[in-house]
């Protein structure tokens, strides 16, 4: 099951986001703000997550997707990330790094993983939107991953795609520098929905692709199948909840397990496409900020 947040297309940019859950033909959103759900928080809070969205099929209002447009799929949860998980981002950003190289080999084996804050709710850019490149880097890269959907309660209940935008030579030029790497505008793209009702076992069969188009020809293309991160999403879920709060839950990025070659930079006006099997695809239009 896929919930989402979208307006439709005839509101005005500033109306009130509404919460919506795809038909499992895909080709429709039912309407649950209709239905007195106005925030994905709560819904996200319900034990009786999937039974509840299951009595919504038939009942409430559908409106076409193409009558919508698709918001990101986050209303007041923070957006973290996890990083160095996959043994093909350890082994670039090593590369990249000019003294700090083995930070990245220690995180990578240690027990507590690297986390990182990566986003508030509302800088979030969602499907169709804006994917940044800082106009003070030289080196831009996408990072497609998958993202873990957290309650309140810290409980992964729902998957969805995350861009993790990052600037190699700021990063590389100074660990210390990450958060500048990592977090600007633009920076974080989330989308297209999030799906709810799977198992960690099941999200370990998924693969997790990318394509990167300049101008109608592909630039770059890679994939990985998700089974190859080094945690547990309960693990990475457990680190993040350590000594914090997300009265509203949260959502964490669990890391990129492809990179492009090192010659490669993005350019304004690229079209960055991530697939998630299971989850959609999510496409953002790169811009510089
Ligand atoms: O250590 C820097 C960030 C790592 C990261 O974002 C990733 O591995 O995906
Ligand atoms: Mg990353």
């Known amino acids: 099951m896929k919930l989402c947040r979208f307006l439709p297309s005839e509101s005005a940019s500033s109306s009130p986001a509404r919460v919506g859950l795809l038909t499992p033909d895909g080709a429709s959103v039912l309407d649950l703000t209709a239905a007195g759900w106005t925030d994905l928080s709560a819904l996200l809070d319900r034990d009786d997550l999937v039974a509840l969205l299951a009595g919504f099929q038939g009942t409430a209002s559908a409106r076409l997707l193409s009558d919508v447009r698709l918001l990101p799929p986050v209303d007041r949860q923070e957006v973290w990330a996890a990083g160095v998980t996959y043994l093909r981002s350890k082994s670039a950003r090593m590369e990249e790094s000019d003294f700090s190289a083995t930070a990245y080999d220690r995180v990578y084996e240690a027990p507590r993983p690297e986390i990182f804050f990566k986003s508030l709710a509302e800088k979030v850019s969602g499907p169709g939107g804006p994917a940044g490149i800082r106009a003070d880097a030289k080196w831009n890269v996408p990072e497609p991953e998958l993202a873990l959907v957290l309650n309140s309660r810290g409980q992964v209940v729902g998957y969805t795609i995350a861009n993790d935008m990052s600037s190699r030579d700021i990063e590389g030029e100074n660990l210390l520098y990450l958060p500048q790497a990592k977090m600007y505008r633009h920076s974080c793209a989330l989308g297209p929905c999030i799906t709810v009702g799977v198992t960690e ?70 079209v960055v496409r991530i697939q998630i099997s299971g989850v959609g695809e999510l496409v953002n239009t790169v811009v510089e900020v």
């Open 201 to 270: 076992t099941e999200v370990r069969t998924w693969t997790i692709s990318i394509r990167i188009e300049r101008q109608g020809a592909v630039m770059f293309q890679g994939e990985t199948p998700v089974s190859k991160i080094k945690r547990g999403f309960e693990e990475l879920a457990g680190w993040l909840n350590r000594s914090q709060e997300f009265p509203h839950g949260a959502v964490l990025l669990t890391g990129t397990g492809v990179v492009p070659p090192n010659e490669f930079t993005l350019a304004v006006g690229d």
